[in-house]
Nanobody, 120 residues
Framework: VQLQASGGGSVQSGGSLRLSCAAS??????????MGWYRQAPGKQRELVAA???????DYVDSVSGRFTISRDHAKNTVYLQMNRLKPEDTAVYYC?????????????WGQGTQVTVSS
C-alpha cells in the first residue's frame, strides 16, 4: 500500500485548502479500519485530525469540528480533507494514514507529509 498526499500550502487566516491522499497497491484485498489525516506541529505530538471508515462514518478532533470535512472517493481510492476557516494554530505537517485490520491488530501506512501554513 502506498499513499500519496498533496494539496498543502500557505494561506491566510480564514482561508481554505483541500488535501488529497491517493492510495495505491493492493487496496481491494485488505480490510481497512479507517483512513485519516494526522498533523504534527513543531514541538508537539502527532494528533489525529479526522478519520473516515469504510462505511463512511467520520470523526474529528474537537478543534477542527465544523471547519474541516473528510470525504472519500472509493472509485479513485482517494481521501480528501477540506479545510475551511483555517487558523494559525492549524499550521502543521499533515500526514495521510491508512489503518489496516490484521488478525493481530492493525497496521498503519503513512503518506509523506504535506505542509500547511496559516498566517495571521
Amino acid at each position: 500500500v502506498q499513499l500519496q498526499a498533496s494539496g498543502g500550502g500557505s494561506v491566510q487566516s480564514g482561508g481554505s485548502l483541500r488535501l488529497s491522499c491517493a492510495a495505491s497497491g493492493s487496496i481491494s484485498s485488505i480490510n481497512i479500519n479507517f483512513m485519516g489525516w494526522y498533523r504534527q506541529a513543531p514541538g508537539k505530538q502527532r494528533e489525529l485530525v479526522a478519520a473516515i471508515t469504510s462505511g463512511g462514518s467520520t470523526d474529528y478532533v474537537d478543534s477542527v469540528s465544523g471547519r474541516f470535512t473528510i470525504s472519500r472517493d472509493h472509485a479513485k481510492n482517494t481521501v480528501y480533507l477540506q479545510m475551511n476557516r483555517l487558523k494559525p494554530e492549524d499550521t502543521a505537517v499533515y500526514y495521510c494514514n491508512l489503518d489496516r485490520h490484521v488478525s493481530s491488530g492493525s497496521i498503519k501506512y503513512w503518506g509523506q507529509g504535506t505542509q500547511v501554513t496559516v498566517s495571521s
